[in-house]
C-alpha cells in the first residue's frame, strides 16, 4: 500500500454560518497554509450576513444565548490541542475557554446590573433596559490570535449584537479554527463573521459601511489607522471603542466595559394605574 | 415582412384549429441551452460607469408595485411620492417608470402622481387567478382606465391556455385590449404555471397576436415568478414577432428580481436577445417593490465611495 498523500487545508472565511473562498479569489500564505484573502466585496457580504442576523439573535431569550456560548467553550475545550498543535499557548486556549463561560454567565444578569427602575415625580413605572447596538464591526488583536479574539467578540455578541471581524493578518489561523468551532455550536449562521486579509485594505470599508452600527478599534494599533478608520466611522454616528494606549493584558480580569461598549440603554413609561 | 404576412397573423385568430396549429407548429425551445444561455450572460462583468448607467436605466424601468390585501391609500400616496423622486438625498435620481396598483388605489394614485410623467398602472381582470367571467373582467378593465390607469396589467385564463382553448383566451385579451382603449395593455402570462418553455413561447405569441403591447412573465403571487431563462424565451418571441410583422412589443419581468445584480444580468439579456431598441422603458419594465431600494443603495455606494444600508431608504 502506497503513502497516504496529506490533505491540506485551505482557510476560508466564515461568512453567515458558510465557509465561502474570498469572493476576489485571492489568497495568501500563512505557516504553509492557504488562507483567504478578503476583498471589499468580503465585507459587503459579511455585513448584509450579520444585519440579516440580529433580528433572530438579539430576540432570542438571554438563557438561549448564554447556553449557546457555554456550548461554544465546550467545544473549544473539545479541540484544545488543535489549536495548541497551531502554535497557541495552553494557557491562552485554557483562557480563551473559561472567557466565553464567563461571558456566558453574563447574558441574563446584564439587564440586571445596568437595567434600572427609575423613580419618576408621577404616577409612572419608568424602566430603562440595556438593548444591542446592532452590527458591531471588529478589528481584532493582531497579537493575540485566539484569546484576543475571544474577548473582543464574547463580550459583543452575549447582549445580542452580531459581529464581522477582521482577524489577525499574521497570525489568522486560531481564527478560522475558530469559525468552525462557532459553526458547530448552534450559534446561528451570520451572528459571528469572520474575515481573514489585509485590515489596510478592509477596515476602510467596514469602519465607512453605512449600515454598521458600531466598531471596535482594539486591533488597529498604528495610530495612523486607527485615526482614518474612526474617521470613517464618524459619517454615520457608529459607536467607536478606541484601540488602548497600552499593551493590553489579555489574561486580566476583562471587566464590563467591552460588554457594555455595545450596548443601547432603551427606557420606558408605562402608567401606573391606580 | 409585407402587408400580406400580416394579415396572414390576423387570420390566425379565427379558431381554435388556426391558433393551434400556428401556436403548435412554433419551433421547440431548447430547454437545456436557454438556460445555459442564460447563465453563460448572466457572468458578463459590468462595472465602474456602465454599471451606473445600467442602474439609472434600472431605475427608470421599475414599474413599482404594491399589491397587497392591506394596501392602504396612505401607503399607496407614499408609494407615489417614491415614484416620483426615488432618492430625496439626490436629485440626479431619475424617476421610476410607473407605479402598480390594484384598480381600488387607482384614484388615490392618479392624483399623487398627476403631472409627474410617471405612468400610473393596474392590476384587472381579476388579478391574480384570473378566475371570473369575461363581462366582469371587462368592467374591471373599464373601471380601472376610467379611475385615471394609462397601463393594464391583465392576466391570461391559464386553465383555458392549458386545456388548449387558445381561442377563449385570444379573444379575451382581444376585449380587454378594446376595453383599455389608449391604455398599454400588459399580458401576464404567469410563466411559473405554464410548465414548459414551449408553453412560455406559446403564449408569448399568442398574447401578441391578439394585440398586447406589454407581455409580462408572472403576477408576482406564485412560487415561480420571473426567471431569466424565461424573460430570454420571450425576448426572442418579441424580437421574432417583430421581425414578423414590423410591431414592437415590449416585455416586463416581475417578481422575485430583488438585486442589483440580478437586474443588470436581466438589461445583459435584454441587450443580447433583443437588441438595444428594447433597453427603453418604453419597452422592458422591472415589476418589482424591493428591487428599486437596492438599485438606490448600489447608486448611492457609486456616489459615495462608500456601502449604504437599508436604514436610509423608505421601505415603501
Known sequence: ?274 | MTATATSAFADIGRSDAALRTFLHGLPGVDQVGAEQRAAMLGTRSIKTTAKAWAIDLAIRMVDLTTLEGADTPGKVRALCAKARRPDPADPEAPAVAAVCVYPSMVPVAAEALRGSGVHLASVATAFPSGQAPLDVKIADTRAAVAAGADEIDMVISRGAFLSGRYAEVYDEIVAVKEACGDAHLKVILETGELATYDNVRRASWLAMLAGGDFIKTSTGKVPVAATLPVTLVMLEAVRDFRAATGRQVGVKPAGGIRTTKDAIKYLVVVNETAGADWLDPDWFRFGASTLLNDLLMQRTKLRTGHYSGPDYFTVD
Open chain 1, 1 to 274: 500500500m502506497s503513502d497516504r498523500l496529506a490533505v491540506r487545508k485551505t482557510y476560508k472565511l466564515y461568512v453567515g454560518g458558510k465557509f465561502p473562498r474570498s469572493e476576489s479569489g485571492r489568497s495568501y500564505l500563512v505557516q504553509d497554509s492557504n488562507v483567504a484573502l478578503a476583498s471589499r466585496k468580503d465585507v459587503r457580504d459579511a455585513v448584509v450576513a450579520a444585519r440579516a442576523a440580529v433580528k433572530g439573535w438579539s430576540g432570542a431569550t438571554a438563557y438561549n444565548r448564554g447556553q449557546i456560548l457555554y456550548r461554544i467553550a465546550e467545544m473549544l475545550e473539545g479541540r484544545r490541542d488543535q489549536f495548541i498543535g497551531l502554535g497557541e499557548a495552553p494557557a491562552d486556549v485554557d483562557a480563551a475557554i473559561d472567557r466565553w463561560v464567563w461571558y456566558a454567565g453574563w447574558s441574563d444578569k446584564i439587564a440586571q446590573v445596568y437595567g434600572n427602575a427609575n423613580p419618576v415625580a408621577g404616577p409612572y413605572f419608568n424602566l430603562s433596559a440595556p438593548e444591542p447596538t446592532g452590527v458591531v464591526g471588529v478589528v481584532a488583536p493582531p497579537d493575540s490570535p485566539l484569546l484576543g479574539l475571544v474577548s473582543v467578540v464574547a463580550p459583543a455578541i452575549v447582549t445580542g449584537n452580531t459581529v464581522v471581524v477582521l482577524a489577525s493578518e499574521g497570525q489568522p489561523l486560531p481564527a478560522v479554527t475558530l469559525a468552525e468551532v462557532l459553526a458547530t455550536s448552534d450559534l446561528p449562521g451570520g451572528v459571528v463573521n469572520i474575515l481573514t486579509g489585509r485590515v489596510e485594505e478592509t477596515g476602510p470599508w467596514l469602519a465607512a459601511h453605512m449600515d454598521v452600527n458600531a466598531i471596535d478599534l482594539t486591533g488597529a494599533l498604528e495610530a495612523e489607522l486607527a485615526r482614518s478608520l474612526e474617521e470613517a466611522a464618524a459619517d454615520n454616528l457608529k459607536r467607536v471603542v478606541r484601540p488602548s494606549a497600552t499593551p493590553i493584558d489579555w489574561h486580566a480580569d476583562p471587566g464590563l466595559g467591552r460588554l457594555t461598549a455595545f450596548l443601547e440603554t432603551k427606557t420606558v413609561w408605562h402608567p401606573k394605574g391606580v
